[in-house]
């Protein structure tokens, strides 16, 4: 697997958002709110770089995709997500593809009478978007090709990587003969 964004490149841009994040947020009733799973990593280390009072809740988002980038049916879970009205929220995801779960959770969103939401992910990848929204923030654009690790999965697996990988074709081939038996669906 080959290491597309290493620890420390990405430990110093999730240092640079959250302190650009700090200073727009800075006074304000902030709730950082991450989509499982995949942005439990980013959201870990961000918080710690926003040094300024604000509260964290989380949403989850799956769908039936593992294998492919191609969207599947996405179903959003609100149980564990705090109340967000009139607070501003960021909604934090590991990653930006066809955009198609950023919009699917900001309807949810603001349904619920934030003061504001904003978005952040830390990968941006080029040329997928399928809708008129771009993420707020962003730590890095990638090109089109799958990655995993630093919370980035494939078919759950991987996210523990600390850096950001390229998984190829062969390396698909070594996962799927070990994980044969199972179901293909991964948690987003
Ligand atoms: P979107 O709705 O197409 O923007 O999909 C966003 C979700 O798809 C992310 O939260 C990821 O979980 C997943 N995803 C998209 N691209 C990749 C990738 O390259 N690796 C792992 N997961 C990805
Ligand atoms: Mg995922």
Request: include cysteine; hydrophobic fraction near 40%; proline fraction near 5%.
């Amino acid at each position: 697997m080959k290491t597309l964004l290493s620890e420390m490149a990405i430990a110093e841009r999730v240092a640079q958002l959250g302190r650009t994040i700090a200073d727009v947020y800075r006074g304000r009733p902030l709730t950082v709110l991450g989509v499982l799973n995949g942005s439990v990593v980013l959201v870990a280390d961000l918080i710690r770089a926003i040094d300024t009072p604000h509260q964290i809740g989380f949403i989850r988002a799956s769908s039936y995709r593992g294998e492919t980038t191609v969207p599947g049916q996405l179903t959003i879970g609100t149980d564990l997500m705090p109340a967000i009205e009139g607070r501003d929220v960021l909604l934090v995801d590991d990653i930006f593809d066809t955009g198609r779960t950023m919009v699917r959770l900001l309807d949810e969103l603001n349904g619920r009478n934030p003061a504001s939401v904003c978005t952040a992910v830390l990968l941006w990848k080029q040329g997928r978007s399928e809708v008129g929204i771009i993420p707020d923030y962003h730590g890095f654009q990638i090109p089109d090709t799958f990655v995993v690790g630093y919370g980035l999965d494939y078919n759950d697996d991987y996210r523990h990587l600390p850096w950001i990988a390229v998984l190829n074709p062969d390396d698909l081939d070594e996962v799927g003969a070990k994980s044969s038996g199972r179901n293909g669906n991964a948690g987003r």
